[in-house]
């Protein structure tokens, strides 16, 4: 399968890369001066790294890079030869400048029937906001509820999100519906068009509070009182000030057991906390127990004991911490590039086949396939200087 790319950042180019992981051949279009998102400087992974660019290195792994200005009409022209063999269109442009292009979905669909024109976006392609530029900042984040509704209410300002959240999830989402639709073609023989957008990505990922709001509920982040309708259900704290987290959503399947486990048989038989029911109309108290219980052990000593119970629970682990978890090495959910100018570890994506990540490849440099694919597409060496001299291709 071929995926011809024109996108920009993170959220389309990383659906890209995902694609490219599974197999497909992702040739990816940048403009002659190259993507923006290679000269940005972030949390020191990339142009601050020192080395490698490993913002880049993500979202473009596995790919080949043409350049190309698509302002000139032999630029423009080697792109349309290229489409003629893509089975995937990949765009995060905005609809007015992929109209302006004659690359919008109408026009391309018409020329190649079989064509997947898969586009990711900000606020969707409808209403008074479809030519407005989104990021996963803005679009995600703010608008699509993330941060209001996640913000504690004793907070007078929103909380911030990590880098390119709505961004991954998206092109998630947006990976998923191409594949779908590829599957959809070998059905029917027909092509589509697959929309992904920002605003829709917060929305389902928000989908619990959403539900609530559509019954007429004020969906917000739980304040210290609410936060332990089920004490069973939280984060406490150890000795040590780490914190482990109980999920023990079926309390009265777990708590007997948990009971026995931290040598407290008086809290099981304390009618306050005989079921569930109980332990809600008394969670004050019974929260308050918990806290001095967890507060006699270290994180070690908890991660130690709560091991002997088969109940869901789990620590509350730095990132840092991920790199070493005997989970994450015994899955291969980190990897190791090797090229051979550096080697360099990026997480793999969340899918692996037949118990298998995918074997991680170098992101392109910019430009670096570009003689390369028009020597595919049939041009010679004298047709490929024209162009160099025409300005169409560095």
């Known amino acids: 399968m071929r995926v011809v790319e024109l996108a920009q950042w993170v959220f389309v180019p990383v659906a890209g890369a995902l694609l490219a992981d599974w197999g497909a051949d ?31 290195a993500l979202a473009n792994r596995g790919k080949r890079s043409v350049a190309l200005d698509l302002r000139h009409e032999q630029g423009r022209a080697v792109l349309d030869e290229l489409l003629e063999t893509a089975d995937v269109f990949l765009t995060s442009f905005r609809p007015g400048a992929l109209r302006r292009l004659g690359l919008d979905a109408e026009t391309l669909t018409e ?6 024109y898969a586009r990711g976006h900000g606020f969707g392609v409808r209403g008074p906001h479809a030519d407005r530029p989104g990021y996963d900042s ?12 996640l913000t504690p209410p004793d907070r007078a300002h929103p909380i911030s999100q990590r880098g390119a959240m709505g961004d991954r999830n998206g092109a998630m989402a947006l990976a998923f519906g191409t594949a779908s639709a590829l599957l959809r073609r070998e059905r029917t023989g027909s092509g589509s068009v697959v929309d992904v957008s920002l605003l829709a990505t917060a929305m389902w990922t928000l989908s619990s509070d959403l539900l609530s709001a559509l019954q007429g509920q004020r969906p917000r982040a739980a304040s210290a009182e609410d936060a332990y309708v089920n004490p069973l259900v939280g984060i406490y704290r150890t000795k040590d000030d780490r914190h482990i987290q109980l999920v023990f959503l079926q309390g009265d399947r777990y708590w007997a057991d948990f009971c026995r486990l931290v040598e407290r048989d008086d809290l099981a038989a304390d009618p306050r906390f005989a079921d569930m029911a109980a332990r809600r109309e008394n969670r004050a108290a019974c929260v308050a127990e918990l806290e001095a219980e967890f507060a006699g052990r270290t994180f070690e000593e908890w991660k130690e004991l709560l091991a002997r119970i088969d109940a869901p629970w789990a620590p509350v682990q730095a990132v840092e911490e991920l790199l070493t978890d005997p989970q994450v090495l015994a899955n291969g959910y980190i990897d190791e590039v090797v090229d051979d100018e550096a080697s360099y570890s990026l997480p793999t994506v969340p899918v692996q086949f037949d118990e298998r990540p995918p074997t991680l490849r170098r992101a392109p440099e910019h430009g670096e396939h570009t003689e390369a694919v028009l020597l595919d597409l049939g041009y010679s060496w004298e047709r490929i200087a024209e162009l160099k001299d025409a300005g169409a291709v560095p």
């Open 26 to 56: 992702v040739v990816r279009i940048e403009r002659r001066e190259g993507d923006p998102y290679r000269g940005l400087a972030t949390q020191g992974i990339g142009t601050d790294s020192g080395g490698v660019n490993l913002s880049m």
């Open 111 to 116: 020329r190649f029937p079989r064509l997947v």
């Open 138 to 149: 803005s679009a995600f984040w703010a608008q699509g509820g993330m941060a209001h509704v």
